[in-house]
């Protein structure tokens, strides 16, 4: 059972989105206000679903201490204000998905149900088989992928902080080394299919990966996308 934490100060829609979660079978624990949900971050749920305007703590600042917490935890930023500003600075402190209001609760489940699959496939279903699971560590220039820890270190052994957007596009680079992939390509692998928004997230995410791990070998093809090149 997953166990997501819904933080909205609107009543009237924090019970409606807590039913259609709960309907689902996944345990939800609801909060009024940035305050008293700060105080569960060190709980660490399978995922938060944050309102941006907020009473006490705002939904920009629970964001930045919940990665500072854990990196890889997912977010959904979910706001009535300017949809392009919010999402733009929610992608920047690390969201992994973005809805704006009004929208239908259904399309919160659908969302919240595609990022749960996509972050923690197989990790709630036990341990894998060894075959299985030596397949899931790569090796990329001076960097160790871990897919089931969802972890990357460095060769003196060093945890590298990244967010769960940047290590979903790192996966998916290495996955596809010497292809040329495109923007479009990109942005539906690691955003899905029903992402609406410029292409140029990908841009700042390949900004942000290329400073946190400066071996990459990750190239620019101009005009059209990026490849990954192992050493």
Do not use: C
């Not at 790192?170 to 292809?179: A, I």
Request: aromatic share 8%.
């Amino acid at each position: 059972m997953y166990h997501i934490y819904l933080v909205e100060d609107e009543e009237h829609l924090r019970g409606l989105l807590a039913a259609y979660l709960e309907k689902e079978g996944w345990q939800v624990r609801s909060f009024a206000d940035g305050t008293s949900a700060r105080s569960a971050i060190a709980e660490r749920p399978d995922l938060w679903v944050l309102d941006i305007m907020l009473p006490g703590v705002d939904g920009y600042q629970l964001m930045r201490e919940i990665k500072a917490d854990q990196p890889t935890q997912p977010v959904i930023f979910i706001s009535a204000r300017d949809a392009d500003i919010d999402r733009i600075i929610g992608l920047e402190l690390g969201s992994d998905d973005y809805l704006a209001k009004p929208f239908l609760p259904r399309e919160l489940v659908i969302r919240t149900r595609k990022l749960l699959e996509r972050v923690y496939s197989g990790h709630h279903a036990g341990a894998l088989p060894a075959s299985q699971e030596r397949r899931s560590k790569l090796n990329i220039a001076s960097y160790l992928i871990d897919e089931q820890a969802r972890t990357v270190t460095d060769e003196q052994g060093a945890k590298l902080e990244l967010t769960s957007k940047e290590f979903e596009l790192l996966l998916y680079l290495v996955n596809h080394h010497g292809q040329v992939l495109e923007r479009e390509q990109v942005l539906t692998a690691v955003w899905g299919m029903d992402y609406f928004g410029t292409d140029r997230v990908v841009d700042d995410l390949v900004r942000r990966l290329r400073r946190k791990l400066p071996d990459l070998r990750l190239e620019t093809v101009y005009g059209y996308g990026y490849r990954m090149v192992k050493a």
